[in-house]
């Protein structure tokens, strides 16, 4: 599957994030000696799921950063950007759809005479 942004022209350089998003403010602090590696974007016929950023850090990790997590954490850290964008997309996706990360929990005992 191939996943692709569009970007929006709202982009800083500095590693202090403070826009105006579609109706919220967006503040992020990159960590020390992180670098951003996109602009802002939205997921190509996504737009619902908000715009998101992507920046690397000091130890080659990749991270994303989401319109809608205002309170300065992280949506995902991964190793391949690739990979950090693809799973961006599904974890917002999920949130949007309330999946809330519940598992069904099978037992592996079989039950009666055999």
């Known amino acids: 599957m191939s996943l692709s942004l569009t970007e929006k022209p709202k982009s800083t350089d500095s590693t202090l994030v403070d826009e ?3 109706d919220q403010s967006v503040r992020f602090e ?3 000696a992180a ?4 602009n802002w974007a939205y997921y190509e016929g996504e737009e619902r799921l908000g715009q998101v950023r992507f920046f690397k850090t000091r130890f080659g990790l990749h991270s994303s950063v ?3 997590t205002t309170t300065g954490k992280t ?3 991964g190793l391949h950007l690739e990979d950090v964008i693809e799973m961006t997309y599904w974890h917002l996706k ?3 759809d309330g999946y809330d990360g519940e598992q069904a ?7 009666g005479k055999l």
Do not use: N
């Open 20 to 22: 105006q998003s579609s």
């Open 30 to 32: 990159l960590p020390p």
């Open 35 to 38: 670098k951003w590696v996109t």
């Open 66 to 68: 989401s319109e809608e």
């Open 75 to 77: 949506v995902i850290t």
């Open 94 to 96: 999920w949130a949007e």
């Open 105 to 111: 929990v099978f037992d592996g005992v079989v039950g």
